[in-house]
């Protein structure tokens, strides 16, 4: 950001940091997660961002080693005397929910390195921004329960519309929004009040920037500043990164900071062409910067494990570990010459559960077709016909 002026409202957005997340046990994916953290810190400080909100999942996990709480501690220490303020609130890596347990960010809260927003209440962030965040809440705690989310947040978007009307107000929620993520979503967009000027989200990993037509703000999920697994992995790869977002005009201006994460590729590869497709795929990722993580996915039949990995370990020349799938091309049943129709294939079951062909064709033939149709009366007409009742 070239053009910041002191008297902007501006903010860092960033969430997922994950640190301390090891996938496939790499040491050099764990260090992929503290070289974008630090990348992230270098980027924030050089633009003069005097706010950071962090949307949860700092951690990788709520019990870890001391080597990413030293990562965290040094990004915060410098952010500190940046003189940048960090909000977050905690993701369900953040915590344990066990009585009594202190997370560790509680610690670098101590120090004076981060704040961690309490639930609903408005924290003043400077620059004319005031935030309001939640502990991530289940599924279970939002709808339901003695104090379910959503009352609160009705409760928070009335509270901040008595703040006064320069303000810009932020809500800090780590939480998935089904219509964004069937499987990883928790809470509906409409669920959402209206009432702030921008949704900092987190827990999705997959970036997503969208608007809906009861909010007054953009709902934004920077994805995770690292590849975590969960996300979609198309053939050209992932983007990962951070926002910095500016509110002082009416409408937030968001601007993408890419980070210089791992590369993850899809790569499709037809079992027959196997050779062929993987030299291919030798020459094209050869020389790159640093090496990717491939998501392969293997088509075919007959597939000989032996002779797969064999061909698939020589992508180990360009990539640093590959993950793959394989899908078994199903060969089509067919009866002795022509194919069999479905109606065919039918009569010849109903033949044999039933041990009588004219039965079979009456019940495929006849009394299907009707209630199919739904027609009821039809079929219990003939059903009656059948049995010499009418
Ligand atoms: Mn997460």
Redesign the pocket.
């Known amino acids: 950001m070239t053009s910041w002026r002191p008297d902007m409202m501006m903010f860092a957005h960033i969430?997922?940091t994950?640190l301390g997340a090891a996938p496939y046990g790499l040491r050099e994916r764990e260090d992929d997660f503290y070289r974008v953290f630090r990348e992230a810190v270098d980027e924030i400080i050089k633009d003069h961002i005097r706010v950071v909100v962090h949307s949860?999942?700092v951690l990788d996990e709520p019990r870890l080693p001391g080597k990413p709480i030293l990562e965290l501690m040094r990004g915060m220490r410098r952010l500190r005397e940046a003189g940048t303020s960090t909000y977050a609130v905690l993701?369900?890596?953040d915590f344990r929910r066990v009585q009594g347990e202190v997370p560790i960010l509680r610690t670098l809260e101590e120090l004076g390195q981060i704040r961690i927003l309490r639930d609903g209440r408005p924290e003043r962030a400077g620059g004319g921004m005031v935030l309001v965040g939640f502990l991530k809440k289940r599924k279970d705690e939002i709808y339901a329960g003695s104090d379910p989310l959503i009352e609160r947040l009705r409760e928070a978007a009335e509270l901040v519309t008595d703040i006064g009307g320069s303000d810009r107000k932020i809500l800090v929620l780590?939480q998935g929004l089904i219509e964004l993520h069937r499987h990883a979503g928790e809470m509906r967009a409409a669920d959402l009040p209206p009432g702030f000027d921008y949704y900092a989200m987190?827990?999705?990993?997959d970036r997503a920037v969208r608007r809906f037509s009861h909010l007054t703000g953009p709902v934004v999920y920077p994805g995770?500043t690292e590849t975590?697994g969960?996300e979609h992995i198309p053939v050209e790869g992932v983007e990962k990164g951070f926002f910095l977002v500016d509110v002082s005009g009416d409408e937030p201006r968001l601007e993408w900071v890419k980070l210089g994460a791992r590369p993850h590729y899809r790569l499709e590869l037809d079992y027959s062409r196997l050779g062929d497709q993987v030299e291919e795929a030798l020459r094209r990722l050869a020389g790159g910067e640093m090496k990717p993580v491939l998501h392969l996915v293997i088509r075919g039949r007959d597939i000989d494990s032996g002779f797969l990995q064999a061909k698939l370990s020589k992508l180990l020349q360009v990539a640093l570990t590959y993950r793959m799938r394989v899908e078994i091309e199903e060969e089509e049943i067919r009866g002795p010459g022509k194919p069999m129709g479905f109606e065919e294939q039918l009569f010849k079951m109903a033949s044999k559960a039933l041990g009588d062909e004219e039965k079979a064709e009456r019940a495929t033939r006849k009394l299907l077709p009707l209630l199919e149709e739904g027609d009821s009366d039809g079929a219990l007409q003939l059903l009656m016909g059948w049995a010499g009742l009418r």
């Open positions: 969430s997922d994950h949860g999942d993701g369900e890596h780590h987190g827990h999705l990993h995770s975590t969960s």
